[in-house]
């Protein structure tokens, strides 16, 4: 199925319904939930996803699982996505919170295959059992780390989703603790025991995610400016650590056939 709105189909007796679905450049998807657990991969573009528990940059040839009954939001920028509506109980080990995984070839395949499944596809032959292969490809992907988490308190919360909006290496925690008339250690401690960072930590982590969809219309050299990095090397080697891959992989020049 594609372009079709989920809660036209959500009825149908599937445990498995496969949706993909084209967005216009820029487009939001605003605070919502879904009944049903949803694997979300985006064909082309990056993908951010809120939660009120923290932020995931999804790049490209990665996915998003999110929980059934979990409120969200994305941002999709330039994407092209193919989603998995799940039953929870077809999934008990579907992960409780967010999590961004690599889509290998094989599973890519399988996505694409199924988008062309009219609703009620067959169970039986290669329409069923490619539903039932992609559930076990889902479940043997390991996490990826592109993700920080939101603290609970909303004047934490706020200052956290400002800087992700518009990351400045120039602040400081003198600066974050004025803003919640608090002194910069009582704001320090309240910050780590929310976050499990410290807000230089976590602002270093929140600049590198916030990279990953510059790097779609912006070089290396460009994109380590603007975050303030010292060099392009200084900056390569912190997205490297990070997430495990250089941000070259995330450009338009890098990216290409897998």
């Known amino acids: 199925m594609k372009n079709v709105p989920l809660a036209s189909v959500d009825h149908v007796d599937r445990a498995v319904l496969p949706i993909g679905t084209d967005y216009p450049p820029g487009h939001l998807l605003d605070w919502h939930e879904h009944r049903r ?154 910050f780590r025991a929310e976050t499990g960072d410290s807000p230089a930590v976590w602002r270093a982590r929140a600049r590198l995610l916030a990279a990953v969809p510059m790097l779609r219309t912006a070089s290396v050299t460009a994109v380590s400016g603007r975050l303030g990095y010292a060099s392009p090397a200084a900056f390569t080697a912190a997205f490297t650590r990070a997430f495990g891959t250089p941000p070259s992989r995330f450009t338009a020049s890098g990216r290409g056939p897998r």
Do not use: K
Request: aromatic letters at 8%; a negative charge.
């Open 37 to 190: 657990a949803q694997f979300l991969y985006g064909a082309t573009g990056v993908m951010v996803v809120d939660t009120a528990d923290g932020t995931w940059t999804v790049p490209p040839e990665r996915a998003v699982l999110i929980p059934a009954a979990t409120r969200h939001r994305v941002r999709m920028l330039g994407v092209s996505t193919r989603s998995l509506y799940v039953e929870p109980a077809a999934v008990p080990w579907w992960p409780g919170t967010c999590v961004v995984v690599d889509v290998p070839p094989l599973l890519r395949e399988l996505l694409l295959a199924a988008v062309d499944f009219e609703a009620e596809y067959s169970l039986s032959g290669r329409e069923g059992s490619i539903a039932d292969l992609l559930l076990h490809e889902i479940a043997a992907r390991a996490p990826l780390p592109f993700h920080v988490g939101i603290p609970a308190s909303a004047d934490l919360a706020a200052l956290c989703r400002a800087y992700l909006a518009d990351p400045d290496a120039g602040v400081t925690n003198a600066e974050w603790a004025a803003r919640t008339a608090s002194s910069e250690r009582a704001f320090t401690r309240r």
